[in-house]
C-alpha cells in the first residue's frame, strides 16, 4: 500500500486525464486507490474530490462523488477520475441570495456561474456554491437551469418534497419568468410579438412584452412559456435581433457580456400556497 505521504512525481504536469480503478481489496481508503493508479499527487487528487471530480460506483449499485479522501472501499468498488487542469482552477463569482424560504431559496446567479456541475467538477455551480457556503447548511436540489454567460433569478429547493413540487409548477408552466433583453439594432415590431418557432423539434413560446428602442441597440422584456436551450437567444436571432454579447447565435466577433437577464419570477408557493413574485436585489 502506498504510504500516506508519498506522491508520484509528476515529469511533466497532467492537463487532462480520466481514468476508472476498481478496488482489489476490501478496506483500502480511496485516495489510496486513486494515488496507485493515478500520476497526479495526493494533494490534486483530494483537490479533485473536493470540487467534484471523483465518481464512486458502489459494488451493490448506486453512483455518486465521492468527497473524502479517506473513505474506505468494499472489494469491487470503482472509482471514475476525471480531471482536468484547467476546470481544477476555475473561479466562479459568488451568487446574491434574494429570498430564503427555508424550503426552497431564491438567488441571483451571476454570469459564469453554472447552474449545474460536469462529471469533472461542479465547485463553480450555483448548486454546490449555496450547498457549502449557505447556512444553516441544507440540501440542495436543482429545478431549473440558466445558460452561464445569462445572470439571474434561479429557484433551489432545500428537500426532494419542495423540489418535486416547484418542478411539477415549471413542467405545467405555472411560474411566470420575465427576462431583461438588450438586442442589436433598433427593435420596431408590433407588440406584444409572439414566438411560436419551434426549438430541436419541440414546441417553443416567447413574448416580446416592451421595447425601449434606441438607434443602435434595444431593451427588450421577454416573457418564456417553455424552457428550450437557449430559447430567447436562438428565437430573436432567427428574426434578426441577436442579443449583444451572444457569441454563438449572434456576431461571433461580438465583445463583452451576454445581455440577457433573468429579471422576475412569480408563482404560487408551493410551501404557502400564497402568490409570491421575486426580483434582483430585493433581499
Known sequence: MVKEDSDPVEAKPVQRLEQSVEAGEEGIKAIDLLAQAVPLSRQKLKQAMDKGGVWLKKVRGGRRRLRRAKTLLQKGDVLELHYDAFIMASEAPAPELVADKNAYSVWFKPENMLSQGS????????????EKNHTPRRAVYLVHRLDRAASGLMLLAHDQKTAAKLSKLFSARRIQKRYRVVVKGRFEEDLPLQITTPLDGKAAESSVLSACSGETQSELVVEIKTGRKHQIRRHLSELGWPVLGDK???????????????????????????????????S
Open 119 to 130: 462529471k469533472f467538477a461542479d465547485h463553480c455551480a450555483i448548486t454546490r456554491w449555496v
Open 248 to 282: 454563438l447565435y449572434g456576431e461571433k466577433s461580438t465583445q463583452g457580456s451576454l445581455m440577457l437577464k433573468a429579471d422576475y419570477l412569480s408563482f404560487v408557493c408551493p410551501v404557502s400556497g400564497v402568490p409570491v413574485s421575486y426580483k434582483p436585489g430585493e
